[in-house]
């Protein structure tokens, strides 16, 4: 089995900054691609920024020049550095990853997500 275990939330004020971590850990083959998505009280889940198939990032335009995703492949890890933060990036963050892995009768790829950070910005 797969696993996504994010750290990194808490409360900052406004203009601060915050790092988010998401490691994948298990029987893994291949990360093809992984990210971050939030979702605020009564709002839908959002695209943060994610590595993509191919290795390129993609930026919500809300995030773009104060965001900036990394990884560590050797980690199977990808973080978010977040700065400048804002009122209305509070959300709970998740980590979502696209996974192929290693399973008794072959190889299996499968959306994974975390369990979620809260990450809360006061004004």
């Known amino acids: 089995q797969v696993q996504l275990v994010e750290s990194g939330g808490g409360l900052v004020q406004a203009g601060g900054s915050l790092r988010l971590s998401c490691k994948a850990s298990g029987s893994i083959f291949s990360i093809n691609a992984m990210g971050w998505y939030r979702q605020a009280p009564g709002k839908q889940r959002e695209l943060v920024a994610a590595f993509n198939s191919g290795g390129r990032t993609n930026y919500a335009d809300s995030v773009k020049g104060r965001f900036t995703i990394t990884r560590d492949n050797a980690k199977n890890t990808v973080y978010l550095q977040m700065n400048s933060l804002k009122p209305e990036d509070t959300a709970v963050y998740y980590c979502?990853?696209?996974?192929?892995?290693?399973?008794?009768?072959?190889?299996?790829?499968?959306?994974?997500w975390g369990q979620g950070t809260q990450v809360t910005v006061s004004s």
């Open positions: 979502n990853a696209d996974i192929t892995y290693w399973s008794g009768s072959g190889a299996y790829t499968e959306d994974y």
